[in-house]
C-alpha cells in the first residue's frame, strides 16, 4: 500500500522497529535521555533557540496549547484562515472566548498580507494573530515570513500552525519572529500519530505569565518544570518519542535544506505530473504547497470513485477535499518519507483509473 495523504505518513522500517521496544518507566532516566535528545534535535528542526515541547497530543492539541497559553478571554484575536484548518484554529480561540475577527481569503488562494495590515491598522487592540503556514485542505502555502513582519510592525503575538510543514518546508521560527509553532507527529516527521510539538518565544512566555484561559493538561508553565527534571508533566506516548528519536537522526543526517529541497522537487513532480494527465491544480501555482497537491476533480471525476479504485486496484491511498471542497477536488499527501518515484507511482495508477473514474 502506497499511503499518500497529508497524514498520516510512512514510517521509516527503523522507526516502526523503536516503536516494538518495551515500555520504560518515564519518571525515570532513560525516558530523561530520550526526551532531552528529541528535545535538542526538535530544536535544530524548529530553528529556535527557544523552548520545544512536546505534548501527547495529535495537532489540534497543539494548536489548542498554544490558545490557551497566550490568551485571556475577551482577548481580541485576528485570524488569517484560507481553509479548513484556519478556521479550526478560530474556532478554538472563540471557544475559549477570544473575541475573533476572521479575515477569510477564498480556498485555493493565499492569505494576503496586505489585508492583515490593514486588519491591524483598523483594530489597535488585537493581541495576537492566528495564521496557517501550510493549509491542508486546500494546498497553499502562504508566505509566513511577510505575514509576520506585518504582525511584528504592529508588535503583536504571532501563532503559527505548522501542523503539516514544518521539517518539510522552510520555517526558520526564530528568524521569521514566530512566537509559537505547532506541529505533529505523524505529518512531515515519519512517526505516527501521538505527538504535538510546539515551540515558545520569550515574547509568548510573557503572554503566558498574564493569560487567564484555563488551562491544565496544556499548561507550558508544567511542561517547562518537568522538561527541568526529564520528563512530561503526564505519561507520554512513550512509543512515538522512540519512533521520533529515530526519525530526528534521519532527518538531522539528511540536513534540512535537503529536505526542503526534495520536498520542492517531488511537489513539482506531482504537480507536472497532474497537469500532463490533463488535470488542473486546485490552488494558484505560485503558492502550492511542497506537502500536498490539491487537483480539481471538474464536473467530470467521481471523487469516492476514483479513491476506492486507486485503493483496490492500484494499492495507492489518496485524500478527498474536505467540508465544501468535498467531492470537488483530490489530494495527495507528499511529506516526510516520499520520493519522486512514489508520486511517479501514484501519477501512473491515476493515469490507468482516472477513465474509468468518471461521473454518471
Ligand atoms: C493535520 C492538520 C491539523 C490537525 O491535526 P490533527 O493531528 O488531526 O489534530 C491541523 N492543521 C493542519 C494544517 C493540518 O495539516
Known amino acids: 500500500m502506497q499511503l499518500r495523504i497529508p497524514g498520516p505518513t510512512p514510517c521509516p522500517p527503523q522507526a516502526l522497529e523503536a516503536m516494538g521496544r518495551q515500555m520504560i518507566n518515564h519518571r525515570g532516566g532513560e525516558f530523561g535521555k530520550i526526551l532531552n535528545s528529541i528535545t535538542g534535535k526538535l530544536k535544530q528542526a524548529f530553528q529556535t533557540k527557544g523552548d520545544v515541547f512536546v505534548l501527547t497530543a495529535s495537532g489540534t492539541g497543539g494548536l489548542e496549547a498554544a490558545v490557551v497559553n497566550t490568551l485571556s478571554p475577551g482577548d481580541k484575536v485576528l485570524?488569517?484562515?484560507?481553509?479548513?484548518?484556519?478556521?479550526?484554529f478560530?474556532?478554538?480561540?472563540?471557544?475559549?472566548?477570544?473575541?475573533?475577527?476572521?479575515?477569510?481569503?477564498?480556498?485555493g488562494k493565499p492569505v494576503s498580507p496586505d489585508a492583515a495590515e490593514k486588519a491591524l491598522k483598523a483594530d489597535g487592540n488585537i493581541k495576537a494573530v492566528l495564521a496557517t503556514h501550510n493549509e491542508t485542505s486546500t494546498g497553499v502555502t502562504n508566505d509566513i515570513k511577510e505575514?509576520?513582519?506585518?504582525?511584528?510592525?504592529?508588535?503583536?503575538?504571532?501563532?503559527?500552525?505548522?501542523?503539516?510543514?514544518?521539517?518539510?518546508?522552510?520555517?526558520?521560527?526564530?528568524?521569521?519572529?514566530?512566537?509559537?509553532?505547532?506541529?505533529?507527529?505523524?505529518?512531515?516527521?515519519?512517526?505516527?500519530?501521538?505527538l504535538a510539538m510546539v515551540s515558545v518565544s520569550e515574547k509568548a512566555w510573557q503572554a503566558h505569565a498574564?493569560?487567564?484561559?484555563?488551562?491544565?493538561?496544556?499548561?507550558?508553565?508544567?511542561?517547562?518544570?518537568?522538561?527541568q527534571k526529564g520528563q512530561t508533566p503526564w505519561t507520554p506516548a512513550i512509543s512515538v518519542f522512540y519512533a521520533l528519536d529515530v526519525t530526528l537522526d534521519l532527518i538531522l543526517s539528511e540536513g534540512l535544506d535537503n529536505i526542503f529541497t526534495r520536498h520542492a522537487r517531488v511537489a513539482q513532480t506531482a504537480r507536472n505530473g497532474v497537469k500532463s494527465l490533463g488535470l488542473s491544480l486546485f490552488p494558484d501555482e505560485k503558492y502550492a504547497s511542497n506537502t500536498v497537491t490539491a487537483v480539481n476533480a471538474t464536473d467530470k471525476i467521481d471523487v469516492p470513485k476514483l479513491i476506492q479504485m486507486l485503493r483496490e486496484e492500484y494499492e495507492v491511498i489518496i485524500a478527498g477535499g474536505q467540508q465544501k471542497l468535498s467531492g470537488k477536488i483530490f489530494r495527495i499527501g507528499h511529506l516526510g518519507l516520499v520520493y519522486e518515484k512514489d508520486i511517479k507511482s501514484v501519477l501512473e495508477a491515476l493515469n490507468k483509473a482516472l477513465p474509468r473514474a468518471k461521473k454518471g
Open 147 to 194: 505575514i509576520s513582519a506585518v504582525v511584528k510592525k504592529f508588535d503583536k503575538l504571532l501563532l503559527v500552525d505548522a501542523i503539516s510543514s514544518l521539517g518539510c518546508i522552510n520555517l526558520p521560527t526564530d528568524d521569521w519572529n514566530c512566537d509559537i509553532v505547532v506541529t505533529a507527529s505523524q505529518k512531515g516527521w515519519m512517526v505516527p500519530p501521538g
Open 90 to 107: 478560530a474556532d478554538i480561540a472563540e471557544e475559549y472566548g477570544a473575541e475573533v475577527t476572521r479575515l477569510n481569503f477564498e480556498w
Open 79 to 88: 485570524s488569517l484562515a484560507n481553509g479548513f484548518f484556519g478556521e479550526r
Open 210 to 227: 498574564k493569560a487567564k484561559m484555563p488551562r491544565y493538561y496544556w499548561d507550558f508553565s508544567k511542561a517547562k518544570d518537568f522538561l
